[in-house]
Nanobody
């Protein structure tokens, strides 16, 4: 059973927008942070945006001012609104949820969703 279910990827022209969603299953509790990473072809996976349980956000410099991360705590869902998309945003986007129970942390990963931005 998938722990994280992602949706919202696709093909869009440069300048367009997409919204990614990621819902965590009910088996995941004590969420410490939720976020999005991306992996362009032939490159490493890097952080795009992250939001903590306290609401603090972190963004990669390359997406600041264009992407917005948000969450619905009751639904255990995190969103990534991506505006003014550029071809260099093309990548597989992965949802990440960090669960913390005392001193023990565990990272859950989504299956990945492809975002392709055409020029």
């Amino acid at each position: 059973q998938d722990q994280l279910v992602e949706s919202g990827g696709g093909l869009v022209q440069a300048g367009g927008s997409l919204r990614l969603s990621c819902a965590a299953s009910g088996r995941i509790n004590s969420i410490n942070a939720m976020g999005w990473y991306r992996q362009p072809p032939g490159k490493f996976r890097d952080l795009v945006a992250r939001i903590t349980s306290g609401g603090s956000t972190t963004y990669a410099d390359s997406v600041k001012g264009r992407f917005t991360i948000s969450r619905d705590t009751a639904k255990k869902t995190v969103y990534l609104q991506m505006n003014s998309l550029k071809p260099e945003d093309t990548a597989v986007y992965y949802c990440n949820v960090r669960e913390r129970d005392g001193l023990v942390t565990y990272d859950y990963w989504g299956q990945g969703t492809q975002v392709t931005v055409s020029s």
